[in-house]
């Protein structure tokens, strides 16, 4: 069965600096993978994924996410944090099989930005 | 419609009633899930629907919770003898094929009181 580890239930950056939340992924087969993001009060939105096409995928808001298989990350990165991007992540994993696979999600990743 | 729509968006009840809680998905969606998020908490798994195959129930608390999916459209998630821990807001989501990105709802933010 698949499963996604988010390390670090917090984190916090500075308004400009990097951000780099970490997903970590388990899969016997080729997996399909995801970022979403849930600002206060609202349902989740998809930032971006990845589907076996190019590794390094880029997103909505400046957002992108680099697949390495070899290390079975997914993780994902800003150039400069916003204070709009203050927010709560969660990584999934699906697979690119047939049957009956269901969306996987980690615990997620607090973002806070200070000014 | 344009967009997964949950119904209702808040509901207050009181400790021992049953509740029933909407989904509708996207229009062609063959995927539907439930999840649930408690105060501060990630995504609890509740349950899958896809297409005609038996629901996958796995993530299910107790056999106080149950969930319909009628006409491969329309879910219903219902709570019976709500508990206080029942409290959070429930959220579903669809996606138009196994494996494909899914789209959630507003949720629906339940207070047992």
């Known amino acids: 069965a698949q499963s996604v580890t988010q390390l670090g239930s917090h984190v916090s950056v500075s308004e400009g600096a990097l951000v780099l939340l970490r997903c970590n992924y388990s899969?016997?087969?080729?997996?399909?993978l995801f970022w979403y993001v849930q600002y206060p009060n609202q349902g989740l939105q998809l930032l971006l994924k990845?589907?076996?096409?190019?590794?390094l995928v880029k997103g909505i808001n400046g957002f992108e996410a680099e697949f390495k298989k070899s290390e079975t990350s997914f993780h994902l990165t800003k150039p400069s944090a916003h204070m709009s991007d203050a927010a709560e992540y969660f990584c999934?994993?699906?697979?690119?099989?047939?049957?009956?696979?269901?969306?996987?999600f980690g615990t997620g990743t607090r973002l806070l930005v200070s000014p | 419609g344009a967009g997964v729509s949950q119904s209702p968006s808040n509901k207050v009840t009181e400790k021992g009633k049953d509740v029933e809680l909407r989904c509708d998905p996207i229009?062609?969606?063959?995927?539907l899930y439930w999840y649930r998020q408690s105060l501060g908490q990630g995504l609890e798994f509740l349950i899958y629907?896809?297409?005609?195959?038996?629901?996958?129930k796995s993530g299910l608390p107790s056999d106080r919770f149950s969930a319909e999916r009628t006409g491969g459209s329309v879910s219903t998630l219902t709570i019976q003898r709500t508990q206080q821990e029942d409290s959070a807001v429930y959220l579903c989501?669809?996606?138009?094929?196994?494996?494909?990105?899914?789209?959630f709802g507003q949720g629906t933010r339940l207070t047992v009181v």
């Open positions: 989501a669809s996606s138009l094929e196994q494996g494909a990105e899914a789209f």
């Open positions: 899969s016997s087969v080729p997996p399909y």
């Open positions: 990845y589907t076996s096409a190019a590794t």
């Open positions: 999934a994993v699906s697979l690119m099989n047939t049957g009956f696979q269901k969306l996987v």
């Open positions: 229009s062609g969606h063959t995927a």
């Open positions: 629907f896809q297409g005609n195959s038996a629901p996958d």
